[in-house]
């Protein structure tokens, strides 16, 4: 593992700034690694880590630079809650720790560095100083992963009977004896024109 300096480095290059969110990431994907005891997440143990993001703000791109887990590699999986939090999943060992940040650590900051007037610089230098306890609130949970789910899954593809769109990873939806994409199912995030 590096140091939070060094993941800011390699969090700011891959975000296009360092900010209160990256700080607030990085140390958010530390703790849940640390407490599911994984050393090397990105090398040794990286095809042991799933992890679950709740937002799509600047901590989300902040927690693959620590645990190495990405879309592409259907390793981070994002739950639109609207939540600064992570679940980190270990899947050796059949673990998953939710670890969510705390609306008092705003609060905090402004008592830790008052001499800050910047919102965002102020937070950064608390986020960087704050006990873990005092940042985040962790809850051990279950997280239930299907087969389908897990990164280098293979499945049989389907083609949507309405769009003739391919469909993996089980993703397919089954009404009236037909296989539809979610979309021609009434899914749709878009109207098409």
């Known amino acids: 593992m590096k140091t939070l300096a060094e993941y800011e480095v390699l969090a700011e290059a891959a975000h296009g700034h360092m900010c209160a969110g990256q700080v607030l990431g990085l140390r958010m ?15 040794a143990d990286r095809k042991r880590l799933v992890t679950f ?5 600047c901590a989300t791109d902040a927690i693959p630079i620590v645990t190495g887990c990405r879309l592409g ?11 600064m939090a992570a679940t980190f999943c270990d899947l050796r060992d059949e673990r998953a720790v939710r670890v969510a940040a705390l609306e008092s650590s705003k609060q905090r900051a402004k008592e830790m560095h008052p001499e800050i007037e ?3 610089q102020q937070q950064m230098a608390a986020y960087r100083e704050m006990p873990d306890a005092e940042l985040f609130r962790i809850e051990w ?3 239930t992963l299907g ?9 049989p593809r389907v083609v949507c009977a309405d769009c003739g769109e391919g469909v993996n990873f089980q993703r397919e939806v089954h009404r009236d004896g037909r296989v539809l ?7 749709r995030y878009y109207l098409p024109l």
């Open 29 to 43: 994907a530390l703790y849940g690694v640390k407490l599911l005891g994984i050393e090397d997440p990105t090398g």
């Open 53 to 57: 993001v709740e937002i799509d703000r």
């Open 73 to 83: 590699k259907r390793a981070l999986k994002f739950r639109d809650f609207g939540k």
């Open 118 to 120: 910047n919102k965002n």
């Open 141 to 143: 949970v279950k997280v």
């Open 147 to 155: 087969p389908e789910e897990f990164p280098g899954f293979r499945g």
């Open 181 to 187: 994409c979610k979309a021609c199912a009434g899914e």
